[in-house]
């Protein structure tokens, strides 16, 4: 297991067009979260996931936003419609139950032009 | 509303010194405190945790101070090295949040040769 892995990590893309990213989590973890990191500022919390279930979503995640976890595995995040602020790193990360901390994977960087 | 707030943005400190970040949140009912290490073009790295029932942790050259009346707690680390050199991000969550984290806006440290 070499952790939490994100595709791609880099992805530039014209205003108005859709971005799919994929995680990939630690394979016994049961929990995966998305988070957004713009320059020089912690991570936002987006969504999460226990198992196959989004358990909470922030009001950050507008409505261009759709995160999925089909059997509880794999993750997407897609952004509908891009926009010059959706420009970010998508961080994924993943733990095993709510008292553990958090992998994060790499991310993936989004440049909307 | 930011319920985490880390200084300094910025630190400078020669080898061998004494790096110290501190941070406040607002929430009595955060119940978890997270330091996290991140270098350029990675995701955030779990260094240390410490839960409010003690004032301090310690793990190596890494130490979390807890201060519970006062809502603050920092991160030292001794004998700092230019493999420090990176961001550092403190964070705080709450039993019944699934685990999201709240983090705090960064300190970039420098540790000079």
């Known amino acids: 297991d070499t952790g939490v892995s994100q595709d791609p990590r880099h992805k530039i893309t014209k205003r108005g067009q859709n971005v799919t990213f994929r995680c990939d989590p630690i394979?016994?973890?049961?929990?995966l979260y998305w988070y957004r990191q713009t320059l020089g500022q912690g991570p936002e919390f987006l969504t999460y996931?226990?198992?196959?279930?989004?358990?909470?979503k922030s009001r950050l995640l507008s409505d261009r936003f759709s995160a999925e976890r089909p059997k509880g595995s794999f993750s997407t995040l897609e952004i509908q419609r891009t926009e010059q602020g959706d420009s970010a790193m998508y961080l994924c990360a993943s733990s095993l139950g709510w008292a553990a901390g958090y992998t994060f994977g790499s991310g993936t960087r989004l440049t909307v032009v | 509303q930011q319920q985490v707030k880390q200084s300094p943005q910025s630190l400078i400190v020669q080898k061998g010194g004494i790096s110290i970040i501190n941070c406040a949140y607002e929430?009595?009912?955060?119940?978890?405190f997270p330091w996290y290490q991140q270098f350029p073009g990675k995701g955030p790295a779990l260094l240390i945790a410490?839960?409010?029932?003690?004032s301090e942790k310690k793990e190596g050259r890494f130490t979390i101070s807890f201060n519970k009346s006062a809502k603050q707690f920092s991160l030292h680390i001794m004998d700092s090295q230019p493999g420090d050199s990176a961001t550092y991000f403190c964070a705080a969550s709450m039993k019944g949040s699934g685990s999201r984290l709240t983090f705090g806006e960064g300190t970039q440290l420098t540790v000079n040769p």
């Open positions: 410490i839960r409010p029932d003690v």
């Open positions: 394979s016994e973890h049961n929990r």
């Open positions: 996931f226990q198992n196959e279930a989004q358990l909470e």
């Open positions: 929430n009595t009912a955060f119940d978890y």
